[in-house]
Structures are given as C-alpha cells and as structure tokens.
C-alpha cells in the first residue's frame, strides 16, 4: 500500500508545512536548472584558467549527458525507495560535486565534478515533482505548486546567464560552482525536516537492474551523439557508433521491459494515458525552442550587438520576469480550463516571440527590437512549462509520479540536447563562409544572418509544440474539486 502525504484539514501548522514543502522542491529545481545555463557565460574564462584547449565543450556535455542519462532511474528510485531519501541523496551529491568542481586544478576534475553534478541533478529533478505530485493531491492546489516549480524551472535558466556574467565579472568563475555549497547545506535541512516521505510499505519492491543499465547506458550513448555531432559531423564514426548503440540499448531496454521484467522500471503500460503522452511530445518542441533562444540570444548579444557578459546578463530579465508570472499566474486557470488551452495560448505567444526575435541584425536596438519579443516568450513558455508539468502528471496513480517526473524531464533534457545541435548546424552553415569576409560590420552581419535563421527555427519547434498540444485531452476538473482546492490555496 502506498504512503501519501495528504493535504492538511486547518491551515494552521500544516500550511506552513506546505509552504517549506514547496520551498524545497522549488530550490532544488532552481539549483538544477541554474546550473545547467549558469556556466555558458564563463566558459571563456575557464578555458584560459584550466588551459582546456578543445574540450571545452565537455563542461557542459558531461553535465547534459549524465542528466539525460539518469534522470528516468531517478524518478524510479524516488517511487520505489522514498521520495525524501532520494531528494536528500541528491541534494548532498549535487552538492559535494559542486564543491569539487569550484575547487577544480584541471580539467579532468571539472569535467568529472559536471557529470556527478548531471548525476546528482538528475537523482533530485524528478523527486522535487514526486513530492508535490503526491503531496498536493487538491486540483487548484497542485497547479499552484506546479505553477511555482514552473515558474522557477523557467526563470532559472534565464537567470543562470545573469548570474554567470555577474559572478564572473566581479567575481570568480571558481564562484558559479561554489556557491551552491551553502545553498545546498540549507536545502539538506530544509528537505529533512520538511518533506514527508512517501514509499512503499510492505511488499518491497525491487529495482529492476538490467532494465537500469540499458536505459541509462542507451540515453548516455544517444546524448553523446547528438552531442559530439556539432564538432565531428552526423557521418562520422564516433557519432554514427554512439547513435546505433544508444538506439540499440533503447530497443533492448523496451524488450526487458515488455517480456522479461518481473517488476520493470518502467511499466510500458504507463504510455496508454493519453495526456501524459502529449505532454511530453510538447515538452520535447517547448524546451528544444527555449533553451536553444537562451544560447543563441546570448552570442546575438554578445557578438553581433557587442555587450558585455553583465549587459548581457542584464537582458534577460524580461525573460526570467516573464516566465515567472506565466508559470505562477496561470496556476488558477489549469484547473478551471485543463491544460491544452492553456498550451495552445503560451505555445502561441511563444511562437510569436521567437519569430519577432528571429529579425535581429546588427542594428537591432534593445527597447525597440529585444525586449517586446522576449516578454511574449517569457510569459507564453511560462504557461507551457506550468501546463506540461500538470498534463504529465495529472492522471497517473501516486506511486507512479516518479517514474512520469523522470520521463518528463529525460524528454526536455532530449529536445534541449538535440534541439541545440540542429539549429546550430543551421547556423553554422547559414554564417560559417560569409563571416570570415574581411571587415567587422560584414562578419556581423553574417553572425545575424545565422543566429537569426536558427532563432527562426526556434520558433519552428515552439509551432510543432502547438500542433502537439492538440492532441492533449480537453479536461476540465470538476466543481467540488475546484472548491476543495480553493480552500486549501486560501
């Protein structure tokens, strides 16, 4: 029988629980996702340090690939272990990792503290929504609180370039890493003292292994393809050998799971709710079109308008504000209206956004040219951020929420990794000859050129994201429901 944290009756203490409950899981989501944006900005800066010479790329790529890889085990662990073990097992390996990596004397010790990082991130990412999922059980309720995690999950990304350039230009690079060790000794205590557990009791269930092995090892191989393809090209053979391994894995993984499991990891059957399945297709196109604007928009920023990593960092803040009061404004409407019209709104301004953003040349002016289009961006992705996570999760029973979390995200980090590789390729070869022409104002006009087409490609993937959310179910949650869930948000 399964242990659920319900929600209190008095709003009294228990809603203060709740409130730290939520504070916890919104923390270590904006710890994950910061981290994986903050970095970009100081990347320059690093190489020099450490003296990477070409596998600089490898600060991020490690991190990506051990995310990817991992994050479906995690969402099992948290439903078959505890939700509070494996949030706080997370929290400390994320954390150490960080003290290690900021401590760094070389590369190989910063590449191996990004992928404990990935590990760690991809152990507590789907625990934060393993907690909320089954501790916020009232429809208004839990879309409040998937509207705050939401609303962080979005925003940080977009801070993490602000916070990037600010500690690196006053700072340390050493600092992007380090400052996580305080934050995460608070998050330890605070997931300790405030998260309820919620795990099977009784009938202990096994993890199956050979399932683990092959989904995990399958997405590694699948991501360091798609990964190592912007250095060494889709045809060759590193790239093509990762890609047939990691298709193979996958395919091995589905048969352990559909004939020889006794008690798989995965459960094929989870992929007859309908809402979950388009969930997750959206939230492939909606995070490959977000987090590919935020590499993007950077080098436009940076390269074609010549600002600094703080002005830069500073630009942002529209998106990061946008996203906020998308993801927590919304929260009311998800369950009056259910998630697809929600989706179909945000992915709308979302595409709108990026195809405004998509006209930057060298003489774009902010007022005038970047901040309209990210407040549209901002807002619409903030709603879709908010609404994916409530279709995912919505139908599902509670001892599954884990294993919809890990497959929530294992899709977003798939559509960020690949996301980015196509439309840079897209860009490379719109830009690649002609910014090599002699003279500053024609390399920065061919900069745009290629920046601009894959920020129109962006907005590609936002508009297959909005054909996706069609196929999710209308639903709308019933009137007693609402007026429970009022109660409890009072």
Known sequence: MLRTASAPARPGTGTRRLGLVLAACCLGQFMNVLDASVVNVALPVIAKDLDFGSGLQWVNSAYTIAVCGFLLLGGRLADLYGQRRVFLAGVALFTLASSVGGAAGGPATLVAARAFQGLGAAVMTPATLTVLATTFTEPTARAKAFGAWSAVSGAAGAIGVLA??????WFSWRWILLVNVPIGLALLVGVAVAVPESRRGGDRRSLDVPGALTVTLGLMAAVYGIAESHTYGWGSVRVLGSLVAGVGLLGLFLLIQARFARRPLVPLDVFRHR?????????FFGIAALFSTFYFLTLVLQQVLGYSPLRTGLSYLPLSLGLALGGW????????L??????????????????WLGRLDEHSGYLADVLGPLLLLGFGMGTVLNATTN????????HQAGLASGLLNTTRQLGSALGLVVLATLAAGRSGSAAAAPGGEAARHALASGYGLALTGAAFCAAAGLLAALTVPVRKASRSALADGETLAA
């Open 275 to 283: 809402s979950m399945r388009s969930a997750n297709l959206v939230a």
């Open 338 to 355: 259910g998630p697809r019209p929600v989706l179909l709104g945000g992915l709308t301004l979302a595409t709108l956004g990026l195809l």
């Open 329 to 336: 404004g919304i929260s009311s409407v998800v369950p009056r």
């Open 391 to 398: 279709a995912a999760t919505a139908d599902l029973p509670a």
């Open 164 to 169: 990037g350039g600010l500690i690196t230009q």
